[in-house]
């Protein structure tokens, strides 16, 4: 038996998920390598500033942008709403009250 642990490592995707960031807006160096579980708990731990950027004013991912609205995935969908969000975007569409809101 090996008394050495391999490394997990995880696509960019995965590791955007659990950050709940929107991937294609995050770092070109993130988005091109491989995550290890290590780095991940140290972005969780101690997020950059980009991090910190993406988790404040967005673009949101669709499991954040419904958790803010307080609405599910599939309630998103059949309001429309199809795409990435801003923090801004998401205080406009709670301004504007639409009825599926």
């Known amino acids: 038996m090996k008394s050495h642990q391999s490394t997990q490592t995880m ?7 659990k950050l ?3 991937l294609p807006a ?4 993130f988005q091109e390598g491989v995550v290890s579980r290590a780095e991940l708990n140290e972005l969780q731990a101690n ?11 967005g673009p ?12 599910s995935i599939a309630g ?4 429309g709403v199809t795409e990435p969000l ?5 205080e406009a569409l709670r301004e504007d009250g639409p009825e599926w809101l």
Do not use: C, F, M
């Not at 696509?11 to 998920?17: D, G, L």
């Not at 995050?26 to 160096?29: A, I, K, L, R, V």
């Open 47 to 57: 997020p950059p500033q980009w991090l910190q950027d993406l988790r404040q004013n």
């Open 60 to 71: 949101h991912p669709r499991p954040v942008v419904a958790a803010r609205l307080g609405v």
């Open 26 to 29: 995050t770092p070109s160096e």
């Open 11 to 17: 696509k960019p995707a995965t590791a955007a998920k």
């Open 76 to 79: 998103l969908a059949r309001g």
């Open 86 to 90: 801003t923090t801004e975007q998401i």
């Open 20 to 22: 709940g960031v929107y």
